[in-house]
């Protein structure tokens, strides 16, 4: 007699649904965060826009804060991988050029990048920080992970012995530089393009934090 051998049960298909939904929902609540304020957004107005039900978006991210937090994480490094912000390739280069001057310039290119992706979710949680305590902690968590990446750069750019001012202050410079603020008053408002922005930045962290080339003798 023959048994009916039962195969096993093969997950991967319902994992890669539930990533997907996961991902509709994350870029439903950024672009109303962006659009309407986090505030204004609901749970059920993200559930409309990523064609799900609430009850679903309630059961992966449980709820609204959580969702901000998440939906930050993807905005932050651009997609939903679970890689350390400078740990990602791009970051990596960066931190791997022995030219301290080059590497501004590339610092640079990549922040200006970065903040025409983040700065418009940043400005909407700021937005909504004086009122929804959820967001101001969002605020000062994106303002945390932000200092400790730029620690770490700092620190290695101390390492390379070409820099002409302290550690503690290259940190803290290119830090008040990077939130967003200064991106979106010259490219949005003033309209420089974002390559005039990065070329113009880069020299700025060049002139400020790096040491003059040696000149050989004679």
């Known amino acids: 007699m023959n048994e009916s051998v039962k195969r096993p049960y093969d997950a991967t298909r ?3 649904q539930a990533r997907e939904t996961q991902r509709a929902i994350l870029r439903a609540a950024h672009d109303l965060f962006v659009e309407q304020g986090y505030g204004r957004t609901t749970i059920a107005q ?3 826009r990523a064609g799900v039900s609430s009850e679903t978006i309630y059961a992966t991210f449980k709820n609204k804060p959580t969702l901000l937090h998440r939906t930050w ?3 932050v490094g ?7 912000f400078h740990e990602r390739p791009e970051v990596m280069a960066i931190r791997a050029e022995p030219d301290l001057a080059a590497r501004f310039m590339m610092h640079a290119r990549f922040s200006t990048a970065t903040a025409r992706r983040m700065t418009p979710f940043v400005r909407s949680v700021l937005g909504a920080a004086a009122s929804e305590a959820s967001a101001a902690q969002m605020a000062a968590e994106m303002d945390g992970q932000r200092l400790a990446g730029l620690t770490v750069m700092a620190r290695e750019a101390a390492a390379t012995g070409q820099l002409k001012v302290t ?5 803290d410079l290119i830090w008040a530089m990077t939130d ?7 490219v949005v408002e003033r309209g420089w393009s974002d390559e005039q922005y990065a070329d113009w930045l880069g020299r700025t962290w060049v002139n400020l934090l790096v040491q003059d080339p040696v000149q050989p003798r004679g």
């Open 46 to 48: 993200v559930a409309e």
């Open 180 to 186: 967003g603020h200064l991106w979106h008053q010259l």
């Open 73 to 75: 994480d993807v905005t």
């Open 14 to 16: 319902r994992r890669a």
């Open 78 to 84: 651009g997609d939903d991988e679970e890689v350390v």
């Open 167 to 171: 550690e503690e202050e290259c940190r």
